[in-house]
């Protein structure tokens, strides 16, 4: 999950920079003028939107699932005494 947050993140800087120099060139390169911040903020209200669509739409699922909460990894004997009960 870091990883793809790493990756938002970078895809955001390398946006906004891109976004900049391209509003930069359509200006007639006026001197002093940056748009730079207003650019990442856009960007990033983007970003926390579709995060918070996401999250709307998957966190009624996870509360849903038996397994909400990760489940450690069993020990072998543990789950072949619950297969076994399975079967019976």
């Excluded at 955001?12 to 748009?35: D, G, H, Q, V």
């Excluded at 918070?52 to 849903?64: E, F, H, Q, W």
């Amino acid at each position: 999950m870091i990883a793809i947050y790493i990756a938002l993140g970078a895809s955001i800087a390398l946006s906004a920079t891109w976004e900049e120099w391209m509003i930069w060139l359509l200006t007639a390169r006026p001197a002093n003028t940056t748009y730079f911040r207003p650019v990442v903020r856009a960007n990033i209200y983007v970003l926390l939107a579709i995060m918070l669509c996401g999250a709307i739409v998957m966190l009624p699922k996870r509360l849903k699932s038996p397994d909400f909460l990760t489940r450690s990894h069993a020990h072998p004997q543990l789950v072949a005494a619950e297969q076994q009960q399975r079967n019976r």
